[in-house]
Each structure stands twice: as C-alpha cells, then as structure tokens.
C-alpha cells in the first residue's frame, strides 16, 4: 500500500490527480515546501535516514540523571483544584488503563494495543509505501488508530493518578507498557517510528513521565537508564527529518521543535536544545496570522499548537528565559483567537476545520471537548486576563502557571463574534492567506445555553474508503451556500486544497435597540461563475437571529444554489407553506425538540423566486427524511472527535436562479415560540 494512499503523510503533499493540479499546486504553494518536501523523498530514496541513524546510534546518550523540566505540583494543591469529581474521574479513567484500555480521541474506552503480529521493517519503508501497515486482523485500517496509543498520552494520566493518590500499581502499569513498546517496537523500526510528529508526542509525554514516576518504587535505576536511551533515541529520529515537517509548515514543525528543545534541554544536548528552539519559533511567528488564527484554521489544531507552546513555556521559565518578542506577541494573539471561541456555558468550540482528536496534554479531568484548560493556561501564560477559577485550572497547575489577578469570560472576548441574551452566533470569514483546512468561508454556528444548535460536520476520518475519504471538508456540508453543486475552492486530494481565497466580515453599529447586533460578510470565491456571495447576521433582543443571504450575479446566467443548515439532532416537523400571491412565495418551518429545548428554522426565500424553482430536503444520517432527491452518504452526520459520528438533521433549500436574490434563515427559540403560537390562537 502507497503512504499517500494510507493517508501517513496528513498536510502538504500527496498524489495529485492532473498536472494542471500540480502546476497550481507548485503556483499557490510556492516552491520552498516542494523543494523541502522534495529534499525529504531524496533522503527516503537514498537510504540517508538509516545511514544517519545508524551512525548516530554508535555514540551512547549521556549517562545520569535528565535534567528536571518542570515543578510538579503538590498532591493537595491538585486535590484542591480537581475536586472530588475530577479526582474520581481521573482514577477511574487510570484503572481502565491498568485494565488494558484506553480512550483514543477522546471516545470510548477501548483496547490498548502497542504492538504487532508479524516482523517489523525500518520506518521508511512504510513511509514510502514498500511495506504495509501490520493491521491485526479485524481492525480498521486507518494508521491514525495505530498511532494514537502509541503517543503515550495515556502515561500522563497515570502520572497524575500516582500523584495524587501514591498507588504504586500506577507506576508499575507505565513501565509495564514502555517496556512492551519498547520490545515490539526496536528503535526506528515499524510504524510506530515513521513520522516524526508521532515520535515528538511519544517523546513529550516520556519527558513528562521522567518526573511523574521518579520516586515510585517500582521506578528502578535500570529501568530509568533504559528510559533515558530511548529519549535520546527518540530525539535522534526528529531531527534529520525535520526538513518533511518544514515542509508542511503546520502543527508537525510545531510539535517536533517544541519535543526536540525539550529533549535537549533535559538531556544537556545543545544542538538539539538550539535546532528545536529555533524552528519553534520560527513556526509560532509564520503560522499565527495578524488577528490570531492558526495556519491549519482548526480550532482543535489550534489547541494542539498552544499547548505544544505551553509545554515549552514552562521549560522556558524554568530555565529562567524569555520569548523573542515576535514569538509572545503571536502566542498573544492565538491565545486571544482562541479564548474569544469557547462557549461560556459548556467550555466548548465551534468544530472549525480538521479535527483528529488530538489532546497532546491530559492534564485534566475535563472533557476532550472542553477547551477551558488550554484556554485558561494560555490566558495566564500569555495574556492580562483569564477565566475565573474552576476544575480546568489543573492544566494551568502542572505548568506552573498562577492566577491572574484579572478574570474574565469568554463574553470580553468575543467582540468579533455575535452575542444574544443567552445565545451566540459565529460567522466564519477567514482572511489568512494559507491553504484552508476546510472549504467553510461563510459558514455559521450557533449556540444557545450551551448547545451547538447550528453545526460544524466535523471531520470523522481521514483514511477511509469513499465515500468516508475525508469527504467532510467540502462545502456543502456546511452552514453556507453552495453554487451549480460546486466547492468554493478545489479541492486538490485528500488533504490538499487549492485556489483558497480570504473571505471579510466588519460589525454594523445599529441604533435600533431591538438589534443587539449585526454582523456582514462576503466571499468571491464563486467570481469565475460570476456569483458574489454576502450574508448578513443579525441577533434581536428577544433571542431571534436572522442570516439573510445575498446571491449577486456579477454576469448574466443561470445557477443552482443551495443553502444548507446542519443542525442539533432532535424530533422534528416540517411544514412547507405557500402564500397565495401570484409569485407562489415559499416559507418553510422546521421545528425540532432536541434535549430541553425548543427551536425553529424558518426558510424563506425572495418573493421573486418562484416555487417551482425551490427544492427543500432534510436528511439525517445519510437518509432524506423530507422532499426529494437522493441523499449522501455522508449528509445529516456530525462528527464529534476523530472516528466518531452521530446522527444530525441536514436541512437544504436548492434555488434555481436567473437574476440576484436573498434567501433569509430565521432562528427562533422556545419562549419566543410560545408568544407567537398564543399570538396565532
């Protein structure tokens, strides 16, 4: 099986399908990450990597003791934070992995797996597709469900469960499992050992595990000395291949650096210590746009690359040093990004982007889907002010990171966002000029109490067959519109998308005070159809939100829109009215009951667009429930964490057009739909 084919190689380049794709790849991309992806292929194809290592591994790591990398906190102060609540789910969550599970992706507890049933060969033969992936039988064949336990995630939370509660069986259980890695997987030989991000994570969380089982018993000094190898041969694998994770210039280059300055701090190696340092930085500067989002416009990425920036503060302060000022000011601006997306009420984002349900620091009983931990410790590391105090401070805790003596929601933040009573909405309009993550420009969320009622798919997986091959970065499964069936840019592969464009939005000062606010936005990205895309939002003071969509034709023709809304699962009832004035005008409602509450989709299109040229579905789970046409596969799905989806309501009105028109979407929630109901009777 090719790497590009299993998906091994998640950012930059893969097998592209024309060699016009490959021109505008070479164009848009520009020609220093091809030539560094192109030096990385020359290293596979020569044997240089297994040269190097060979060579390396001729010389023996320094002997002794790491150097400490962090303060760990004391058991009562992380007793204090966590509550008896987070205590019992943190010990519960160990003992399933003494028991041999783990939760990969924030899921279920399922089997720990660390090794394989047939021989291993070196890296780079998988890498370059000439050996298979060792699936065991049964399993699915996706790589990423083989990596994700051999990050070693899971270590952390032993840690933390042998700190709190000093149970030897904690400690044992880690070595235990190191050792059997280590067994099954000979250095730099298997999957395990092919991509030098894994390798960074592994290596990370073998830094942190140094520390956290240091004084047990069962924490013998050969087993320490046996540790200290494999760190340093972990390090020895980052570093001649870091040129691949330059090239993909994404969170890879983030986590490899940060795991490579760690390593040589801890292991006294300075060249390693300056290479990582350098890189890291370099990234933290070049991939945090000037309002703050991240290079991969991903808000769980974006968690992966603060609290890989985190991780290397805390070495940072330690040390006793300082950020370039470039670097704080970028991690300033993220942690700002960032801060002004979590829900104040549930601690969670808008799934924006690719989501591989990476949590890179468990450090935490929350949720995956809380983002609070990371939010809170950038906001004490980088930031004036922070959130107020509760059980995601335990991140903040073992970094070291004391309060603030400023407090503030998420609310202070969200000057770019909409902002109900007790809702919020988020209009998507990103303007950093990197290849998107997904094709989502206009896209809008919507939250009210807490729930996510107007959605983002998420992602589910990137190795599948079709047509789960990463399907869900297209448009049209989006909260947006939609032209003549087509994507808003190209989508280049599995992972590579072309002719990404900015998209602008500004706030509107209103002075009607039943407005509360107003947001405007537009995109071109349907210019060569001569379509220009503009969506207005606006939230009222009794809790209702309008998105009214401009569709303006720019030339003469006739196109195919469609407006589609993801939405909150729930029961639901439709009803499609015609008024009877001579245009035929159709309004429908879609109300659905989902958890305690109650909402309403209205659907109403320009009065000059005729009902004949008006086509409605609504599907969930790959299956059209009302109207006509024949549903995706993938439609009516939302994906929470990677490998994981749940049933969704897809709403889509399709719109047969000749001449500019709006569409306008109504949201209207429980109390409101009360009034209009006893107005009605």
Same mark, same amino acid.
């Given at each position: 099986?090719?790497?590009?084919?299993?998906?091994?190689?998640?950012?930059?380049?893969?097998?592209?399908?024309?060699?016009?794709?490959?021109?505008?790849?070479?164009?848009?991309?520009?020609?220093?990450?091809?030539?560094?992806?192109?030096?990385?292929?020359?290293?596979?194809?020569?044997?240089?990597?297994?040269?190097?290592?060979?060579?390396?591994?001729?010389?023996?790591?320094?002997?002794?003791?790491?150097?400490?990398?962090?303060?760990?906190?004391?058991?009562?102060?992380?007793?204090?934070?966590?509550?008896?609540?987070?205590?019992?789910?943190?010990?519960?969550?160990?003992?399933? !992995?003494?028991?041999?599970?783990?939760?990969?992706?924030?899921?279920?507890?399922?089997?720990?797996?660390?090794?394989?049933?047939?021989?291993?060969?070196?890296?780079?033969?998988?890498?370059?597709?000439?050996?298979?992936?060792?699936?065991?039988?049964?399993?699915?064949?996706? %790589?990423?469900?083989?990596?994700?336990?051999?990050?070693?995630?899971?270590?952390?939370?032993?840690?933390?469960?042998?700190?709190?509660?000093?149970?030897?069986?904690?400690?044992?259980?880690?070595?235990?499992?190191?050792?059997?890695?280590?067994?099954?997987?000979?250095?730099?030989?298997?999957?395990?050992?092919?991509?030098?991000?894994?390798?960074?994570?592994?290596?990370?969380?073998?830094?942190?595990?140094?520390?956290?089982?240091?004084?047990?018993?069962?924490?013998?000094?050969?087993? $320490?000395?046996?540790?200290?190898?494999?760190?340093?041969?972990?390090?020895?694998? !980052?570093?001649?291949?870091?040129?691949?994770?330059?090239?993909?210039?994404?969170?890879?280059? &983030?986590?490899?650096?940060?795991?490579?300055?760690?390593?040589?701090?801890?292991?006294?190696?300075?060249?390693?210590?300056?290479?990582?340092?350098?890189?890291?930085?370099?990234?933290?500067?070049?991939?945090?746009?000037?309002?703050?989002?991240?290079?991969?416009?991903?808000?769980?990425?974006?968690?992966?690359?603060?609290? #890989?920036?985190?991780?290397?503060?805390?070495?940072?302060?330690?040390?006793?040093?300082?950020?370039?000022?470039?670097?704080?000011?970028?991690?300033?601006? #993220?942690?700002?990004?960032?801060?002004?997306?979590? @829900?104040?009420?549930?601690?969670?984002?808008?799934?924006?982007?690719?989501?591989?349900?990476?949590?890179?620091?468990?450090?935490?009983?929350?949720?995956?889907?809380?983002?609070?931990?990371?939010?809170?410790?950038?906001?004490?590391?980088?930031?004036?002010?922070?959130?107020?105090?509760?059980?995601?401070?335990?991140?903040?805790?073992?970094?070291?990171?004391?309060?603030?003596?400023?407090?503030?929601?998420?609310?202070?933040?969200?000057?770019?966002?909409?902002?109900?009573?007790?809702?919020?909405?988020?209009?998507?309009?990103?303007?950093?000029?990197?290849?998107?993550?997904?094709?989502?420009?206009?896209?809008?969320?919507?939250?009210?109490?807490?729930?996510?009622?107007?959605?983002?798919?998420?992602?589910?997986?990137?190795?599948?067959?079709?047509?789960?091959?990463?399907?869900? &970065?297209?448009?049209?499964?989006?909260?947006? !519109?939609?032209?003549?069936?087509? @994507?808003?840019?190209?989508?280049?592969?599995?992972?590579? *998308?072309?002719?990404?464009?900015?998209?602008?939005?500004?706030? %509107?000062?209103?002075?009607?005070?039943?407005?509360?606010?107003?947001?405007?936005?537009?995109?071109?990205?349907?210019?060569?159809?001569?379509?220009?895309?503009?969506?207005?939002?606006?939230?009222?003071?009794?809790?209702?939100?309008? !998105?009214?969509?401009?569709?303006?034709?720019?030339?003469?023709?006739?196109? *195919?829109?469609?407006?589609?809304?993801?939405?909150?699962?729930?029961?639901?009832?439709?009803?499609?009215?015609?008024?009877?004035?001579?245009?035929?005008?159709? $309004?429908?409602?879609?109300? &659905?009951?989902?958890?305690?509450?109650?909402?309403?989709?209205?659907?109403?299109?320009?009065?000059?667009?005729?009902?004949?040229? %008006?086509?409605?579905?609504?599907?969930?789970?790959?299956?059209?429930?009302?109207?006509?046409?024949?549903?995706?596969?993938?439609?009516?799905?939302?994906?929470?964490?990677?490998? &994981?989806?749940?049933?969704?309501?897809?709403?889509?009105?399709?719109?047969?057009?000749?001449?500019?028109?709006?569409?306008?979407?109504?949201?209207?929630?429980?109390?409101?739909?009360?009034?209009?109901?006893?107005?009605?009777?």
């Amino acid at each position: 099986m090719r790497a590009e084919e299993a998906g091994f190689r998640c950012g930059l380049i893969e097998v592209v399908p024309s060699l016009l794709t490959s021109l505008k790849a070479l164009i848009q991309l520009g020609p220093e990450p091809l030539l560094l992806y192109a030096l990385y292929e020359l290293g596979l194809r020569t044997g240089r990597y297994r040269r190097v290592e060979k060579k390396a591994g001729e010389s023996k790591p320094k002997a002794g003791a790491l150097k400490p990398l962090l303060a760990l906190p004391r058991r009562d102060d992380i007793l204090k934070v966590a509550g008896q609540k987070g205590a019992a789910t943190l010990l519960q969550e160990a003992d399933e !992995i003494v028991a041999g599970n783990v939760r990969s992706f924030g899921g279920e507890p399922a089997p720990l797996h660390l090794t394989f049933d047939r021989p291993l060969q070196h890296w780079s033969e998988y890498e370059t597709g000439r050996a298979s992936i060792p699936y065991p039988p049964g399993a699915i064949h996706d %790589v990423k469900f083989v990596w994700e336990p051999g990050r070693f995630a899971w270590a952390l939370k032993l840690g933390r469960a042998y700190q709190i509660s000093g149970d030897d069986k904690y400690a044992e259980t880690f070595w235990g499992y190191l050792e059997e890695f280590n067994r099954g997987n000979p250095t730099y030989l298997g999957p395990h050992w092919m991509n030098g991000q894994e390798v960074a994570l592994r290596l990370m969380a073998l830094l942190w595990a140094v520390q956290l089982f240091e004084s047990a018993a069962a924490s013998n000094a050969e087993r $320490k000395r046996r540790l200290v190898t494999a760190i340093a041969e972990h390090a020895r694998r !980052i570093a001649p291949t870091l040129v691949y994770a330059r090239s993909q210039n994404n969170n890879h280059l &983030v986590t490899e650096s940060a795991a490579l300055f760690a390593a040589g701090t801890a292991l006294g190696e300075s060249k390693w210590r300056a290479i990582g340092w350098r890189w890291l930085n370099h990234a933290l500067q070049r991939q945090i746009s000037s309002y703050g989002e991240y290079i991969q416009h991903s808000t769980n990425y974006h968690r992966v690359m603060l609290q #890989a920036a985190l991780w290397a503060d805390a070495i940072v302060r330690r040390q006793g040093e300082h950020w370039p000022p470039e670097t704080l000011e970028a991690l300033m601006r #993220a942690s700002h990004w960032m801060f002004s997306m979590i @829900d104040p009420i549930s601690g969670r984002t808008p799934n924006l982007g690719a989501n591989d349900g990476a949590l890179i620091l468990p450090l935490d009983s929350s949720s995956f889907h809380d983002f609070r931990p990371t939010v809170q410790a950038a906001a004490r590391a980088f930031l004036r002010t922070c959130l107020p105090a509760g059980e995601w401070d335990e991140l903040s805790l073992w970094l070291g990171l004391a309060p603030r003596g400023q407090t503030a929601d998420s609310d202070a933040y969200m000057a770019e966002h909409l902002r109900g009573k007790s809702s919020w909405g988020y209009l998507r309009a990103s303007r950093f000029r990197s290849r998107l993550s997904h094709m989502d420009q206009l896209h809008f969320d919507l939250w009210k109490d807490g729930r996510n009622i107007a959605r983002d798919a998420g992602t589910f997986r990137y190795n599948a067959e079709t047509p789960w091959n990463n399907s869900l &970065v297209s448009t049209s499964v989006h909260n947006t !519109i939609t032209v003549d069936g087509l @994507d808003q840019m190209q989508r280049g592969g599995r992972f590579l *998308v072309l002719d990404w464009f900015p998209a602008y939005s500004k706030s %509107v000062l209103e002075v009607d005070e039943k407005i509360l606010g107003r947001m405007m936005a537009y995109h071109n990205g349907y210019r060569p159809l001569g379509i220009r895309h503009e969506r207005i939002a606006t939230v009222y003071a009794d809790e209702r939100w309008e !998105i009214r969509d401009n569709l303006v034709f720019l030339k003469p023709g006739e196109h *195919v829109f469609r407006l589609h809304w993801l939405l909150e699962d729930g029961e639901w009832q439709v009803e499609n009215r015609q008024s009877r004035t001579e245009t035929r005008e159709t $309004k429908l409602e879609l109300r &659905v009951k989902a958890g305690s509450g109650v909402f309403c989709l209205k659907l109403t299109p320009d009065p000059r667009v005729g009902s004949s040229d %008006v086509r409605v579905a609504l599907v969930r789970a790959g299956e059209c429930l009302y109207g006509t046409g024949q549903a995706l596969p993938f439609a009516g799905w939302i994906s929470p964490t990677y490998g &994981v989806k749940e049933p969704g309501l897809s709403l889509a009105m399709e719109i047969t057009a000749l001449r500019s028109f709006s569409i306008v979407s109504e949201f209207v929630f429980d109390g409101a739909l009360a009034e209009n109901a006893d107005a009605r009777s």
